[in-house]
């Protein structure tokens, strides 16, 4: 659990083990009300990428949504990725030739994103939210967070954000 994609740097990456990031998009990268990144998006990128680290945006949104809101990242993505299910995951390991072991899913929500990887056997990173609003369908799944977030609390009580 780290406070946003953007503090997490390419040597903590590397010193992980981790030559590619798989990232969703809304609320990860760019808010989900948002039709652009930010200049913060692209210093991050930047940075990843100098250290050879590949991103991959693997959303749930359509086609068009994405490439409209990385165009100017040159970001490949695996569109309508069906998290929870792990199918836009697994397809992004097979077209893009990456190694489970290598990969990381960071996403802002826990019952996709995180559930994706997990059912998929990828490590995952959950970021909070980029802004507190979300699109209404991802109100529902917050409901079902907070169930789930308060079950964790419960077994461990020193969960927190880094």
């Not at 913060?40 to 749930?60: F, Q």
């Not at 097979?94 to 056997?121: E, P, R, W, Y």
């Not at 507190?132 to 917050?142: E, H, L, P, V, Y």
């Amino acid at each position: 659990m780290i406070e946003n994609i953007y503090s997490i740097s390419p040597e903590f990456l590397l010193d992980n083990n981790i030559n590619c990031v798989l990232t969703d998009l809304d609320n990860t990268l760019v808010p989900w009300n948002s039709k652009a990144g930010s200049d913060e998006l692209r210093n991050w990128l930047v940075s990843i990428k100098k250290y050879g680290i590949k991103v991959i945006v693997v959303s749930n949104n359509s086609h068009r949504r994405i490439q409209e809101a990385v165009k100017d990242y040159e970001l490949p993505f695996v569109p309508r990725a069906m998290k929870p299910l792990s199918i836009g995951i697994r397809h992004a390991i097979k077209a893009f030739h990456l190694k489970k072991k290598n990969t990381v899913m960071i996403g802002d929500q826990l019952m996709t994103d995180v559930v994706s990887a997990n059912n998929c056997g990828v490590r995952s990173i959950l970021v909070k939210p980029l802004v507190r609003t979300d699109a209404w369908n991802t109100t529902i799944n917050r409901g079902f967070e907070k169930i789930v977030w308060n079950m964790l609390i419960k077994k461990y009580p020193d969960l927190h954000w880094k």
